[in-house]
């Protein structure tokens, strides 16, 4: 699965609606990648009838509560009527904005339990030579997915992006997206037994045209989570084709 994570952008539905429909229209032949697009959340209802079942709306974040009294939330029950089939949820960006362990483990569930798919964002801020990264990554994993059973995993992604690739100019190497991807499959497997390997793995940080192909044929993911070049129609169908080619 290939996920673009527009952020804040772009600044009209105008624009929205052109991305929308020309990385649609390239893809629609596509049929072995799943494709996701994760608008702001003010362009997801007039997006809604853009979405198919295979190039499908998701979300940058959803509250956990169905109602009530929550300034500036949007529930996941809300989305749930626009079609929208994915919520990335912990994403770093929103994490350094104050985002608890907590409150992720509350999205994650009311995500799944709508029968929606969570995208649970982990990653480091740094790497350190004693590997003390590994044991972060891993508390990240288990307090994400604390209150999420093994019924649910078929709604669960992973999507492992370490902070300082993410915005950044350079993406990991595909080695070492490899060493992480067989860590958090073991991750996966301690907590829900072999269920665990239906979970999907996905790199994100700084991810491109170039780079793409050698991450995700070396990498051992299953997809790839695109922040900036998920906003240019061209390089978007680029990094899907090259995980469209892979054989399945
Ligand atoms: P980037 O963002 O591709 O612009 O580095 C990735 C992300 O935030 O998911």
New binding site residues.
Partial sequence: MVVG?W?MNPQTLLEAKKLALAVKLSTRLMRKTQIVFCPPIVYVSPLAPVATNNFILGCQDAFYEPSGSFTGEVSVTQLHQFKVGFVIVG???RRKKGETEETITKKVKATVAQGLTAIV?VGEDKRDASGEYLGHIKDQILSALKDTTKKYVDHIVI?Y?PVW????AKAMGSREVHEMAIFIRKVLRDLYGVAGDSIRILY????NPTNAPEIISSGFIQGL??????LKAKSFVDIIKSVDALPL
């Fill in positions: 994570n952020k994403h770093s960006e964002c999507a992006e690739a993410v915005g950044g994100g940080g700084a991810v989570l695109v922040g900036r070049e998920s």
